[in-house]
């Protein structure tokens, strides 16, 4: 009925949407957050309630105190109350004529995002699209629905419904946000099988989001480059081991990588780890090795100007052509569905403020790499599959 979202980080997401089982959450009893409560001017209770009722979200879901805090950010003051009638250029008085308009009222606000978001919302209303016949079939084709009905069906499995939208900005960014929430579980049971954490996922996916915010990057364009890489890793032939793999797909899968990394401005240390001690390895040496003697791939991701971004320890055991095949499936996939994801938050941005290159293949290299390459390369596309949902609601309507 639709096309199936397989993500996996942060992202989250953004990824502020991804509650890992296997975390550390913030203890309500410790004493740096009854100090933080102090601090911010409110009792356990109502911030509990404010958590729920604004972002649905529970301490359980956040794993240190730090970043709980710098989810929230920070609280409503004189000072950035004064920047925010700068930013949408009105006056004090207009700004509460628009909160009793809505009713609302300033202390209903205690962090200054939320506040934010809210006049954003509530000044661009009216620049959004009303829904309309020809624009639900848009949508209904973009999401592979076959009627009305079945986006209504849909939508009731989250307690939703059309009915509840009026503009189909709104409408659209439902839709994909529910589609997140509908893959999550595989999503957090990939990230654990790859030994990321929550922050290694969102420190993944700021990196994505400043490449998005590049104004020479073309967003539309990277999600067809790497489309394309989904589509060239399906074409690996069936393999039980890389000494199966010619030459040639050796080359391809080279390219692929390379291909990747600078797509994203990204670049990777590869490290054999046994019995604990750490030990450098090249790619180069990777391609060559027959056996590591039972050793793990400790993979690290850092940006091009070194800072460490994530790392994923890749077993023997994680990986055979059918991973590899799958992990092109869902590559190709989820970057169709993440340019939509985009394109809903970019219909309501725009409300609110008014292939790859053909390379050489089939050069002569070894035929004995080890199947820790594609290890890597099969967890490296899966870590891909998340990193372009946008964060959480308010983030979308930057």
Not at 188 to 208: K, R, Y
Not at 245 to 258: N, R, T, V, Y
Not at 272 to 283: H, Q, T, Y
Not at 314 to 321: C, L, R, V
Request: cysteine-free; hydrophobic content about 45%; overall charge negative.
């Amino acid at each position: 009925m639709k096309r199936v979202l397989s993500f996996i980080l942060v992202f989250t997401l953004s990824l502020g949407l991804l509650p890992f089982a296997a975390f550390a959450a913030v203890d309500p009893q410790d004493q740096a957050f009854q100090n933080y409560l102090e601090e911010i001017g409110m009792s356990e209770e109502d911030f509990l309630a404010y958590l729920k009722d604004w972002h649905d979200y529970s301490l359980e879901e956040f794993e240190t105190l730090e970043e709980l805090k710098d989810y929230l950010g920070a609280v409503v003051s004189e000072e950035n109350l004064q920047e925010l009638l700068v930013d949408y250029d009105i006056t004090e008085e207009e700004f509460n004529q628009l909160l009793d308009k809505n009713g609302a009222t300033l202390d209903e606000f205690v962090f200054y995002d939320d506040l934010y978001f809210s006049v954003s919302d509530w000044l661009y209303t009216e620049e959004l699209t009303p829904i309309t016949d020809e624009k639900m079939q848009t949508l209904l084709e973009d999401y592979q629905f076959a009627s009305v009905e079945e986006l209504e069906a849909f939508l009731n499995s989250y307690d939703d419904s059309i009915e509840n939208y009026e503009y189909m900005e709104d409408l659209d960014f439902a839709v994909a946000q529910h589609y997140f929430m509908e893959s999550k579980d595989d999503l957090i049971n990939t990230l654990d099988s790859f030994g990321l954490s929550l922050a290694e996922a969102n420190n993944l996916a700021n990196h994505m989001i400043v490449i998005m915010e590049n104004p020479d990057v073309d967003p539309e364009q990277l999600f067809t480059a790497l489309e394309g890489y989904g589509v060239r890793l399906m074409k690996f032939p069936e393999f039980n081991s890389a000494s199966d793999l010619s030459a040639e797909d050796i080359a391809e899968f080279i390219d692929i990588w390379d291909g990747m990394l600078a797509s994203l401005d990204l670049k990777v240390e590869y490290y054999l780890v046994k019995d604990g001690v750490e030990s450098p390895v090249s790619f180069a040496s990777l391609m060559q090795m027959n056996s590591t003697n039972d050793a793990n791939l400790l993979t690290k991701i850092l940006s091009s100007n070194g800072e460490l971004l994530a790392d994923m320890v890749i077993t023997k055991e994680m990986f055979d052509s059918e991973f590899m095949q799958v992990t092109g499936e869902n590559l190709e996939d989820t970057t169709q569905a993440a340019a939509e994801v985009k394109n809903a938050a970019d219909e309501l941005k725009k409300a609110d403020v008014k292939s790859p290159a053909k390379t050489v293949k089939g050069g002569k290299l070894p035929n004995t790499a080890s199947d820790y390459l594609q290890n890597t390369m099969a967890g490296f596309a899966m870590i891909l599959l998340g990193i372009f949902v946008f964060r959480k609601g308010k983030a979308k309507r930057v």
